[in-house]
Every structure is written in structure tokens, then in C-alpha cells.
């Protein structure tokens, strides 16, 4: 028999979106103002001091309206229609955000033994089941599909902010069948390594597989010749993603060589 610690919880979106609603948009759990007796909700707050306030809510003037824009409508809030994946993700993006220009003086306006914060914890863990992970960028927040080679380029390579914003947007739920954004984000991507990496000093099968993808492939050129004309969507998305993971390698390098030059030096200094 399996201990509780070795019991699954699979995840159900929709039952995890029941439990958001149940505690952001109908427990009464945040004072209202510091010496008041009266309790509010999570997106009540949010519409009564945070949501006008918000640089990216267009011409919105409530989170009611937000919530329509990005697909959760009327039906799917009241549970008669099932949310779907992508508008799952949106309504957690939209969350976060708005938590993150709460900031810290919603916490203090918090009832004591509340489920608010737990719940707000639980995001962390849903998104970690669903494989992606909330990023930083800013004055905004963005989810994305975890990915260890972008973190790991991030973490070891200074990069100019808008490659920074291409390699996570390359991740992004939004455009993950999107063959146009894909082949956008690629594009400056080659462009990036074109003016800065010197792919074919160390490793010149990797320029020329680069390059066949980029420029036969239909993101530097229309499609021209066979079998690539032959490709279906489904054929280019995977070359496509392979490329991207051929460019991370490419950007990496640089840090790597660096680093094998350092360590040539050194040995040099020691004899």
C-alpha cells in the first residue's frame, strides 16, 4: 500500500479553477481598509484599488471586463462551461499580475487563518505540474514553459533585453502552435548570432544546419525547394524547434569558450 506522501494528485484543471474562484472571487477575506470591520474579496480589492491603476488594462475599466477579453467569460465563471488550457494559463497571468502590483500591503490586509495565501501559494504549484513557471520581465509578468537550456543561458550569458524577451517568448503558452511568431522570434534570433557568434570558428556543422532550417525552412525566406515545400505544419514546428534549441547551444558556447580560454590562460601561467 502506498503512504499519503506517494499518492498522486493529478492535476484537473478545472477543479483548479474551481478553487480559485471559490476563494479570489467569492471569500470575503481582505479588510477593507486598515480600522474597518468590513471584508472583501480578492478581485474586489483588486477592482476597488488596483485594477484602474494598471498600465496594461487597455481601456477596461473592471477585472469583469479583463476577465471577457482574455476568453473567461459569464458561463466559464459560473461553471457551466469547462475552461480549457489556454485560458486557464491566461487567468493565472492575469492573477499574477495584478498580485504583483498589489505587492506587499495586500498581504497585511489579509484575515488572520485565511485560505487566501495558501491558495495563492497553490499557483506555484499548479503551473509546476503544468510544466511552465512565471517570469519576471519588468513592470509585467509572463508565463512560460520551463525550458533548462533558456534558464541556463540566462543565468550564465549577459544578454541585450530584447534577446533576454525573444528566447522566453519562445516558450510562451500563447504562440506554442504559432508558426508566424516562431519564425519572428527565430529570425532575430539569427540575426543576434549573425552580428555576434562566430558559429563556424567552433563548431561549423552546427552554422550549416542553422542555416538550412532559417534560410530554407521560411523564416529568412519563402519556401522554395523540396522537401521543405512538402513540410506539413507540424514538420516545420519541429525543425523550428529544433533550431531554437541549435541557437540556445550557439549562444551558450560563447560562455563556454570564454570560460575554455581562461582556463587555457591559466594553465599557461602555471608552467
Known amino acids: 500500500m502506498k503512504s499519503i506522501f506517494e499518492i498522486e494528485n493529478r492535476l484537473d484543471i478545472q477543479k483548479e479553477f474551481e478553487r480559485f474562484l471559490k476563494v479570489f472571487h467569492h471569500l470575503k477575506e481582505i479588510r477593507l481598509h486598515e480600522y474597518s470591520e468590513q471584508y472583501i474579496t480578492l478581485f474586489s480589492y483588486f477592482d476597488v ?14 477585472t469583469s471586463e479583463y476577465l471577457e477579453h482574455i476568453g473567461i467569460t459569464k458561463n466559464i465563471l459560473a461553471k457551466t462551461e469547462k475552461i480549457d488550457k489556454e485560458k486557464f494559463l491566461r487567468y493565472i497571468e492575469f492573477v499574477m499580475n495584478l498580485l504583483k502590483e498589489a505587492g506587499y500591503p495586500l498581504f497585511n490586509k489579509i484575515r488572520d487563518e485565511s485560505m487566501l495565501a495558501p491558495t495563492i501559494e497553490n499557483i506555484e504549484i ?4 503544468m510544466n511552465y513557471q512565471v517570469v519576471e520581465l519588468e513592470d509585467r509578468r509572463i508565463l512560460t514553459k520551463r525550458n533548462a537550456d533558456v534558464d541556463s543561458v540566462l543565468a550564465e550569458v549577459l544578454l541585450p533585453q530584447d534577446i533576454t524577451y525573444v528566447l522566453l517568448e519562445y516558450n510562451d503558452f500563447r504562440i506554442e502552435k504559432d508558426l ?6 527565430l529570425k532575430q534570433l539569427d540575426l543576434y548570432i549573425e552580428k555576434n557568434i562566430k558559429i563556424r570558428e567552433f563548431d561549423k556543422e552546427l552554422e550549416d544546419s542553422i542555416g538550412v532550417i532559417v534560410n530554407k525552412m ?22 523550428y524547434d529544433k533550431c531554437f534549441l541549435m541557437m540556445i547551444h550557439a549562444i ?20
Open 49 to 62: 484599488f488596483i485594477f484602474k491603476k494598471w498600465k496594461f488594462r487597455d481601456t477596461m475599466l473592471t
Open 126 to 129: 499548479v503551473l509546476e505540474k
Open 180 to 185: 508566424e511568431a516562431k519564425r519572428k522570434l
Open 218 to 239: 521560411g523564416v529568412n525566406h519563402p519556401i522554395k525547394y523540396e522537401p521543405y515545400k512538402s513540410f506539413s505544419n507540424e514538420e516545420l514546428m519541429e525543425w
Open 252 to 271: 551558450r558556447s560563447v560562455e563556454v569558450n570564454t570560460i575554455k580560454r581562461k582556463r587555457k590562460a591559466l594553465e599557461s601561467t602555471s608552467k
